[in-house]
């Protein structure tokens, strides 16, 4: 029975070590890309393996050279708002999209969702040039409500959505039917509260697609007060492309949006992924 006991410690002690090693090689590339932000450019290139830490003071500066070159204020702004609105629209057209998929017959159903896979299927920037034909049209562009329109329906949230109602009894609908509620009161008050974890996982996959989209940002809004972080700091390596100082210092400034919404709604995020079985 010792034995037995022994050799469980001595397993956990060793997954506890393995999990501390890979979190620790995990943060290495945070911690380098925060030493390197406060190092000159001549610390920052050096070969020396050794040169860890500035050896010349720790030149915050950077941080201020590249708050002034580039208004993050403003870049703060689009990305946020970008992503509020995306993460709202995805859940509500895919919460509704989902239930009729997922819990009402209705002529053509299986060809609509049909499509919906297929949309799934296809890469997204097949959309771009249809997209932005239709923006341009709506006198969009380098606008917030442009930045925001792709991201209006989800295929992957409605196919999310429709396996959470679909996995919920039918018994619920029932008895709330004999108790005289009507579609929308099932809806509302009985069937939607019950998914929240897939609205969760949702919201969570839709504002980290929307904070590390690249391309549409940069095609729709040409403007540097339109813009956000991912855009800007594009632009910004090709102006500062040899300032590895300066670039890092951007880095940093660019995550710090998503690790305040991380600290905040960190039982959300770890609830939503552990439900959905995704990844980030």
């Known amino acids: 029975m010792e034995s037995v006991q022994t050799r469980d410690k001595v397993n956990k002690i060793i997954i506890y070590v393995i999990l501390t090693i890979m979190a620790i090689i995990m943060l290495v590339p945070f911690v380098w890309m925060i030493l390197t932000a406060v190092k000159t450019n001549q610390e920052a290139i050096s070969v020396d393996p050794f040169y860890i830490f500035p050896h010349n003071g720790w030149h915050w500066e950077n941080f201020a050279s590249v708050w002034r070159s580039y208004n993050f204020f403003t870049l703060y702004k689009n990305t946020l708002l970008m992503i509020f609105f995306r993460v ?59 930045l925001v ?20 009894p039918k018994d619920l609908e029932e008895a709330a039917s004999i108790d005289g509620c009507n579609i929308g009161q099932r809806f509302l008050k009985i069937m939607m509260p019950l998914t929240r974890s897939s609205m969760v996982s949702l919201s969570i996959f839709t504002a980290l697609f929307a904070f590390k989209d690249l391309m549409w940002p ?63």
């Open 88 to 146: 709202l629209c995805a859940v509500l057209t895919a919460t509704m999209a989902g239930y009729a998929f997922g819990r009402l017959n209705f002529p053509g159903k299986n060809a609509m969702f049909a499509l919906v896979l297929i949309q799934m299927m296809i890469p997204s920037q097949i959309f771009i040039i249809p997209q932005y034909l239709m923006v341009s049209k709506m006198g969009l562009l380098n606008t917030v409500s442009g």
């Open 149 to 168: 329109f792709p991201g209006i329906v989800t295929a992957f949230g409605t196919y999310l959505l429709k396996t959470g109602y679909e996995g919920l």
């Open 218 to 280: 940069m095609i729709v809004c040409t403007r540097a007060e339109t813009t956000t972080l991912s855009a800007g700091r594009a632009k910004m390596q090709g102006q500062y492309g040899s300032d590895y100082p300066t670039m890092m210092a951007s880095a940093v400034l660019a995550i710090i949006p998503m690790v305040i919404i991380y600290v905040i709604f960190q039982k959300q995020f770890v609830e939503g992924i552990a439900t959905s079985g995704g990844k980030l």
